[in-house]
């Protein structure tokens, strides 16, 4: 793919990665893309466990983060009473992690905020190229998995 003519060399894939990530605004550590006064890697967590309480591991899985980062990150939470944690009754070792009340309500303006950003930014995409678009989103997922 380096060598390639067509402009889809690494270096142009690179760039051009780049570019989205920082137009996007994902190197604001401070606030979501979507604007939440938060880091992104809370609300990716408070979006997960929007579907219910999880492990702490399972919360880390789908995150694909590190034991000790998902820690972190669940410590975050609780410190700011987005989140609880409480013994896995299946698993006297494990910690079921879920959302507070306030959780909740800060999940659901996330996901609102999310829903909105994204809905307009497809909106600027041609309709007959958003199936691509979306098609590569999930090829560049998939790729990524498969990488680590």
């Known amino acids: 793919m380096s060598g390639s003519s067509d402009g889809a060399s690494a270096e142009a894939f690179s760039e051009a990665l780049v570019d989205f990530v920082r137009a996007?605004?994902?190197?604001?550590?401070?606030?979501?893309p979507c604007g939440a006064p938060m880091p992104t890697a809370e609300a990716y967590a408070l979006t997960v466990?929007?579907?219910g309480r999880l492990p702490q591991r399972v919360?880390?899985?789908?995150?694909?983060?590190?034991k000790s980062t998902t820690s972190r990150l669940v410590d975050q939470l609780v410190a700011r009473g987005?989140?609880?944690?409480?013994?896995?009754?299946?698993d006297g070792r494990?910690?079921?992690?879920?959302?507070?009340?306030?959780?909740?309500?800060?999940?659901?303006?996330?996901a609102r905020r999310r829903a909105?950003?994204?809905?307009?930014?497809?909106?600027?995409?041609?309709?007959?190229?958003?199936?691509?678009?979306?098609?590569?989103?999930?090829?560049?997922?998939?790729?990524?998995r498969e990488e680590r």
């Open 116 to 144: 909105d950003r994204l809905g307009r930014l497809l909106d600027r995409v041609p309709k007959a190229r958003r199936p691509g678009v979306i098609r590569a989103l999930r090829l560049l997922e998939e790729a990524s």
């Open 49 to 51: 466990l929007r579907q």
């Open 94 to 110: 494990a910690q079921l992690v879920g959302l507070t009340e306030e959780g909740v309500r800060v999940a659901a303006d996330v």
């Open 24 to 32: 996007f605004g994902l190197l604001d550590p401070d606030r979501t």
């Open 82 to 90: 987005w989140a609880d944690r409480a013994p896995d009754p299946g």
């Open 59 to 66: 919360l880390g899985e789908r995150l694909s983060l590190t």
